[in-house]
């Protein structure tokens, strides 16, 4: 089983009005070197109650990881490997050697120097927040850097033969199907091997609510990146996700194949499904989430207080911070994160996963739900169709299930 380390840095430029990602105006809270001594006082605590000591995946996100020097990275990945975490060298890894180390970096925060060090500390992925490169459209975004700032950024990564990836966000206020083809011209013109493209959300009371092409005009778009991607051999593979085959984010495919992640730092979540667990008692037969304090002075505290003694995920997360699944929420759970990928869900792993009549249960939804337009069956299972995808949260609500739906269901043998 792969298993990741998600390591949170809410460090920003700017604060962009549409994010709901943890995050701090750079300059206004702790000194970052002050931030990494609460991650390795956090793994120092917490890390015994981990399982698992090899690590396949290592992302550093946030936020502007690219805020931290290479030397802070360095700090927080060298106490991974005081408390006896090693990275995977597993053969199928990767390039087929190694972990896949990912760092997030922001325009106007990176140069030749700092991504030499990011380098030389094993960071084998860079994934760039571009959101557009269109200028008119970065500032309605609230971003303070401009397309030359991420043009030349994707240079700097190109120079020196860096695998990388970058998001684009669609559906801006005021922006155009001609601005968004415009902005994936410029996006293919740097070969990417991987790009997610997000469709701005906001709630409808929200200042970037307005002005906002139509709906239909949004799925539009989506077509256009998807069918312009294709073109160039980057293909969909998770619904807001592309990759030339073999480039896929190793980490983010955990998150959607119900495998094991740990995260450190304020607001991030971990989750560890039943069979990896020292014991069911700690973990329950479905699996635990649980997540740090989303804001940093009470993040700071809970690390403070987990000085005093070993912390356990088990005795001292906070009641609010963690949950022990019940099957009705792992089905759900298994249930969407499957549908997400374009490869679907494994009808064979449902039924390993959750037996065979929750497994009935499920199918027969798919069954119906194939009869329309919005799922299909596949050689294994079933996926999402085009137009599914776009009315994923309809899909998914058919197959969010409560307790009674499974009463007196049987579980797996
Ligand atoms: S830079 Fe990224 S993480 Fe920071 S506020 Fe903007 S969108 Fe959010």
Redesign the pocket.
């Known amino acids: 089983m792969a298993f990741g380390v998600y390591i949170h840095i809410?460090?920003?430029?700017?604060?962009?009005p549409?994010?709901?990602?943890t995050?701090y105006e750079h300059g206004k809270i702790m000194p970052p070197s002050d931030y990494v001594k609460l991650l390795t006082e956090e793994i120092r605590s917490r890390a015994g109650d981990v399982p698992e000591r090899e690590i396949s995946t290592i992302y550093f996100g946030?936020?502007?990881p690219s805020l931290f020097e290479p030397r802070l990275i360095l700090t927080v990945l060298e106490e991974l490997a005081k408390a006896g975490f090693r990275w995977s060298t597993a053969e199928d890894n990767d390039d087929g050697k190694r972990l896949e180390m990912t760092l997030?970096i922001?325009p106007a925060t990176c140069d030749q120097a700092r991504l030499e060090g990011y380098l030389a500390l094993g960071a084998n992925r860079f994934s760039v927040?571009a959101?557009t490169f269109n200028e008119r459209l970065l500032k309605v975004?609230?971003?303070k850097h401009s397309s030359h700032d991420t043009v030349e950024l994707l240079q700097l990564l190109k120079r020196n033969k860096v695998n990388y990836s970058f998001d684009l966000l669609f559906g801006l206020p005021t922006q155009t199907l001609e601005e968004l083809r415009a902005d994936v011209a410029t996006a293919l013109a740097f070969d990417p091997s991987h790009l997610s493209a997000y469709c701005l959300t906001v709630p409808e009371a929200h200042p970037m609510s307005k002005g906002r092409a139509p709906d239909e005009e949004q799925v539009e778009m989506f077509n256009v990146i998807e069918s312009e991607l294709a073109k160039a051999g980057v293909l969909r593979y998770e619904i807001s996700n592309f990759a030339k085959p073999g480039f896929e984010s190793k980490h983010n495919l955990l998150y959607w194949t119900d495998q094991p992640y740990w995260g450190l730092g304020t607001s991030a979540h971990s989750y560890f499904p039943p069979r990896f667990s020292k014991s069911v008692d700690a973990v329950g037969d479905s699996g635990m989430r649980f997540w740090n304090a989303p804001a940093l002075s009470a993040y700071e505290k809970e690390v403070r207080r987990s000085r005093s003694h070993e912390w356990s995920f088990v005795r001292d997360i906070p009641d609010a911070h963690r949950e022990i699944l019940e099957r009705h929420q792992a089905l759900t759970d298994f249930c969407h994160t499957s549908l997400r990928l374009k490869r679907g869900l494994d009808e064979n792993a449902l039924r390993l996963r959750f037996g065979n009549a929750a497994a009935s249960l499920v199918t027969s939804i798919l069954g119906d739900l194939a009869k329309g337009t919005w799922i299909q069956p596949t050689a294994n299972g079933w996926a999402m169709t085009a137009e599914g995808r776009v009315m994923a949260n309809a899909v998914f609500e058919k197959l969010t299930f409560l307790a009674d739906d499974l009463k007196g269901l049987p579980g797996p043998n």
Do not use: H, W
């Open positions: 809410p460090y920003c430029l700017q604060i962009c549409y994010c709901d990602f995050k946030g936020g502007t997030e922001d927040g959101q975004a609230g971003r």
